[in-house]
């Protein structure tokens, strides 16, 4: 095995679109905050909604810090030359961006374990009947973990000590690290291999839920909608492996990482944001969808009924007359009520809604009293308008 070799030979090849700085930029920056904000929900509704936290939601709050870690760290690795050949670079920018790499490449590797580990253990909560499932999660989850730790130290120690990674290397430099092409590139792609083949399996294992005997129309609706989104993790995850392969770790035909490496940096974080948009949705979508969003707009009516009462002669009864409603706000409410006695009634259908009789119509003895004494003097018919 020899070292990496360094040469112009690439020098005229076009500017891929993923080595721009705003391609970069752009991507890294909105799956970030995408992904905040569905982690956050999902942690909010776990704390708060359920008050149900498990070590689920602890995984998936570490990988949210090891993510954000890593998006800074590719941001920054773009002033330091990331889009750019190598051979280009000022001294400050080669080391700037070997250091922004080791902690991109850190980051992403523990990340996938995460949001891995994540996802199976969501899965023992909902196949918590099934024995042989159960069993086979378990030893999927232990597995996941010692690949996750095993590659996440390659990635954290990279060399002995880790400062050798960007000022040089050395002879204690290993997997991640390593000096020699073929080392260096089995390291990557046998990490990228056996990732998709994980993303595989965690992908097939909800698919039985399909076909359960009792599920309804739109439960499958909504597992087909999110196996979509699942597949996409899986796509990301085999476009990243074959661009370490046809390359081959940026080795070939040069040693180029910031020529490169852009594309594969990018499919990273979008496989990993993906995943974890995965991992939340179905936690605090039943939530958000059946938030009572008339109570943030709210609209309030007031129905004011106005009475119309009279007395024949050759009777004594109460009918009633014609209704009007208005519009009006809570000032205009809360000074009504104020009046007098009320009759009112309180539903919610899409806003609250306030019904409230007229209070300054007399009471029902009042209207009795006044229409006998009318008939007795005038003795004829009597129409009262209150």
């Not at 705003?22 to 920056?29: D, R, S």
């Not at 099934?130 to 086979?136: K, L, N």
């Not at 046998?190 to 294992?205: C, E, P, R």
């Not at 009520?337 to 019904?355: H, I, M, P």
Request: net charge neutral.
């Amino acid at each position: 095995m020899s070292e990496f070799r360094y040469s112009t030979d690439n020098f005229d090849e076009p500017e891929p679109i993923s080595n721009k700085p705003e391609t970069i930029w752009g991507i890294v920056i909105s799956c970030m905050i995408l992904s905040w904000i569905c982690v956050s929900l999902r942690l909010y509704v776990r704390f708060k909604i359920v008050h149900a936290p498990g070590w689920d939601d602890l995984c998936v709050g570490l990988y949210l810090l090891t993510i954000t870690a890593g998006s800074i760290a590719v941001c920054f690795a773009v002033p330091c030359g990331l889009g750019k050949h190598f051979l280009q670079l000022e001294p400050w920018q080669s080391k700037g961006f070997l250091q922004t790499f080791y902690v991109a490449n850190a980051a992403y590797v523990t990340s996938t374990t995460l949001i891995k580990e994540a996802l199976l253990l969501q899965y023992l909560r909902v196949f918590d009947q099934s024995v042989f499932i159960r069993r086979f999660l378990i030893a999927l989850v232990v597995f996941t973990a010692l690949w996750g730790f095993s590659y996440s130290f390659l990635a954290w120690v990279p060399c002995v000590p880790v400062h050798d990674f960007w000022a040089g290397g050395g002879p204690t430099c290993y997997g991640y690290g390593s000096q020699y092409p073929r080392s260096f590139a089995a390291t990557f792609e046998s990490h990228a291999a056996v990732n998709m083949v994980l993303d595989i399996i965690v992908l097939i294992i909800p698919l039985q839920l399909l076909l359960k005997e009792g599920s309804t129309a739109n439960a499958r609706v909504r597992l087909a909608a999110l196996l979509s989104m699942g597949i996409f993790v899986l796509v990301f995850a085999i476009w990243r492996l074959v661009t370490l392969v046809e390359h081959r770790v940026a080795t070939i035909p040069t040693r180029d990482p910031t020529w490169y490496g852009p594309i594969s940096i990018v499919l990273a974080v979008l496989e990993v944001d993906a995943a974890s948009i995965c991992a939340s949705v179905p936690i605090f979508w039943p939530v958000l969808r059946n938030l009572d969003w008339g109570k943030i707009f709210v609209t309030q009516e007031v129905d004011i009924t106005r009475e119309t009462r009279y007395m024949e002669d050759d009777e004594d009864r109460l009918t009633h007359g014609t209704t009007h409603s208005r519009a009006g706000s809570e000032t205009d409410l809360g000074t009504g009520s104020a009046r007098g006695s009320r009759n009112k009634e309180t539903y919610y259908q899409d806003s609250y809604v306030l019904s409230q009789v007229d209070p300054f119509r007399p009471s029902i003895e009042r209207v009795h009293a006044s229409a006998r004494s009318d008939v007795a003097k005038h003795g004829s018919r009597k129409w009262m308008k209150l």
